[in-house]
């Protein structure tokens, strides 16, 4: 285990998240990053079966300043901000908490975590982050207002950022899957038998990761290789 580098994962107590956490930790010590404690511990106890290392933090990203505290003495080789909340309904009908719970995890989140953990990457002038958007990053659907107002804004903070770090040795990346069957989604009445699993997000994450160090894959669109299987 020693001189593993170390990836930080946000919202890695399920879904996509937890995919990532679990394949990364073939290569890496992970720094989990979530509310749900025993979720944190359930993951932290797999990736152990499995030889890896994980320490589980518990940290409400919506609150800058229990980012700072947990991520203070904390050096990252890679993070992954993959933590995001969604409520689908018309501008019309969301509330004040429901759209700023939006922007304070999908985009507020995105800037402390990073800002917080760039400088040693800039320092060491090396590193990666990867950020996971969504295909709503460049489209739009009734009901997504703040969703996909999110989902832009990570797509342009990840080029801007690209652009800013690259010549200190610091990759960014984003992923934009497609639709994943995963929690978010729960009450959702569409068959989600065909849909993409978390793990095929963290597969393509872990290949984004081991691409040439003088290689940089900045932006992966992931789909579902067939939408209508029943038609296959």
């Known amino acids: 285990m020693a001189g593993r580098p170390t990836a930080v994962v946000t919202g890695a107590s399920r879904g996509i998240g937890r995919a990532i956490a679990l394949r990364l930790a073939q290569r890496y010590r992970v720094v989990a990053i979530a509310r749900d404690k025993s979720l944190l511990n359930e993951l932290a106890s797999a990736i152990a079966a499995q030889g890896g290392e994980c320490r589980p933090l518990v940290v409400d990203l919506a609150k800058p300043a229990s980012i700072e505290k947990a991520l203070d003495d904390v050096e990252a080789d890679v993070v992954v901000n993959n933590a995001g909340v969604i409520t689908k309904k018309p501008l019309a009908k969301m509330t004040s908490a429901e759209w700023h719970e939006m922007m304070d995890v999908n985009v507020s ?43 832009h804004a990570v797509l342009g903070f990840s080029e801007s950022l690209m652009l800013e770090v690259r010549e200190f040795g610091v990759k960014v990346s984003v992923v934009m899957p497609g639709s994943v069957a995963t929690d978010m989604i729960v009450g959702d009445s569409t068959d989600q038998s065909w ?38």
């Open 109 to 151: 989140a995105l800037y402390h975590v990073t800002r917080l953990l760039l400088p040693g990457m800039i320092a060491r002038r090396r590193g990666h982050i990867v950020n996971i958007a969504s295909i709503a990053g460049r489209s739009a659907f009734p009901g997504g207002t703040g969703y996909v107002a999110t989902k």
């Open 195 to 232: 849909m993409l699993k978390p793990e095929d997000v963290a597969e393509v994450v872990a290949q984004i990761l081991d691409s040439p160090s003088h290689a940089l894959t900045y932006q992966v669109e992931v789909r579902a290789s067939n939408p209508n299987p029943k038609r296959s």
